[in-house]
T-cell receptor, first 118, second 115 residues
Framework: ETGVTQTPRHLVMGMTNKKSLKCEQH?????MYWYKQSAKKPLELMFV???????ENNSVPSRFSPECPNSSHLFLHLHTLQPEDSALYLC?????????????????FGPGTRLTVL | AQKITQTQPGMFVQEKEAVTLDCTYD???????LFWYKQPSSGEMIFLIY????DQQNATEGRYSLNFQKARKSANLVISASQLGDSAMYFC????????????WGAGTKLIIKP
């Protein structure tokens, strides 16, 4: 596997379900990100981890819970979601992350998980 | 406020023609970075090219070049000799110091290459 991988690619869940999205990066990067992409809206940054420590949480509802057990893996745990949470969830990684990288720290993305909440 | 504007929601271009996708930005920060990403219908966001605010020359990566006009605050993406596989959404994004280098994203341009 190379680059950034995400599983599952598609997920349909009911509002009472609990599910998790998984992201893995094979680039040796120190920072990982979760983004939400809804139709006709700009990409929204949800969470940032740098060296396994959460450094940014952009006012995301508590029904989204991130976990970063090591610098290569990132999870997004989902519970009691709403239909408006249906979107493409993208994971990204970068070499240094927000605290140290500066403007040149390029983010590399996975293929995304397309989530539908019924 | 920091902002990225992409004024072309959609574009149709004939195969093999050159394409220019517009991006203007607004920041008072002297240090910033500008990025272009491509997103095919499959969903993956693919990094194309980067331009730093202090870079003297326009960035180039294969068929992609960035027309950086600092005074006008524009960072247009130029794709030479377009191919059918270039059909996708294209996003311009900016990082700047005061945001802790979070990316600010434009709304995107949908590019369709006609055979």
């Amino acid at each position: 596997e190379t680059g950034v991988t995400q599983t599952p690619r598609h997920l349909v869940m009911g509002m009472t379900n609990k599910k998790s999205l998984k992201c893995e990066q094979h680039l040796g990067h120190n920072a990982m990100y979760w983004y939400k992409q809804s139709a006709k809206k700009p990409l929204e940054l949800m969470f940032v981890y740098s060296l396994e420590e959460r450094v940014e949480n952009n006012s995301v509802p508590s029904r989204f819970s991130p976990e970063c057990p090591n610098s290569s893996h990132l999870f997004l745990h989902l519970h009691t979601l709403q239909p408006e949470d249906s979107a493409l969830y993208l994971c990204a990684s970068s070499q240094d992350g927000i605290l140290t990288g500066g403007g040149t720290d390029t983010q590399y993305f996975g293929p995304g998980t397309r989530l539908t909440v019924l | 406020a920091q902002k990225i504007t992409q004024t072309q929601p959609g574009m149709f271009v004939q195969e093999k023609e050159a394409v220019t996708l517009d991006c203007t930005y607004d920041t008072s920060d002297p240090s910033y970075g500008l990025f272009w990403y491509k997103q095919p219908s499959s969903g993956e966001m693919i990094f194309l090219i980067y331009q730093g605010s202090y870079d003297q020359q326009n960035a180039t990566e294969g068929r992609y070049s960035l027309n950086f006009q600092k005074a006008r605050k524009s960072a247009n993406l130029v794709i030479s000799a377009s191919q059918l596989g270039d059909s996708a959404m294209y996003f311009c994004a900016m990082s700047y110091m005061d945001s802790n280098y979070q990316l600010i994203w434009g709304a995107g341009t949908k590019l369709i290459i006609k055979p």
